[in-house]
């Protein structure tokens, strides 16, 4: 029984963010004791805060890793591209969201 590797290799294909995209998080993200003057266990960004791609690395050869920064919580965080939505795409998923269940507030 061979080694399956859990997902594609990303890096044959041109990254899903540029830096000084605006992003939004998909996912929470606690501190796992790597992150500097946080307690472990730390919410450093929520589910649906906005940030902005910075710079993108690498991860074992295999995963793009995004260096987001979360102006309104302070930090910059480094995340997967299936963490994260664009803006605008997180923004109209939403508007269908609220349509689906009943338009808009106010009507």
Known sequence: ?????EEEVELGRPPSFKP?????ST???KN????PLREIGDILVAKGDVGYV???GSFLQQFYVYAVEFVDRGVVV???GKEL???EDWAALQ?????????EKGQ
């Open 20 to 24: 000084g995209v605006k992003v939004v």
């Open 95 to 103: 508007a269908q969201k609220v349509l689906a269940l009943g338009g």
């Open 32 to 35: 796992d004791g790597t992150y």
């Open 85 to 87: 939505r664009t803006f």
């Open 54 to 56: 910075r710079d993108i």
């Open 78 to 80: 480094g995340m997967r």
């Open 1 to 5: 029984m061979g080694l399956a590797r």
């Open 27 to 29: 996912k929470y993200v």
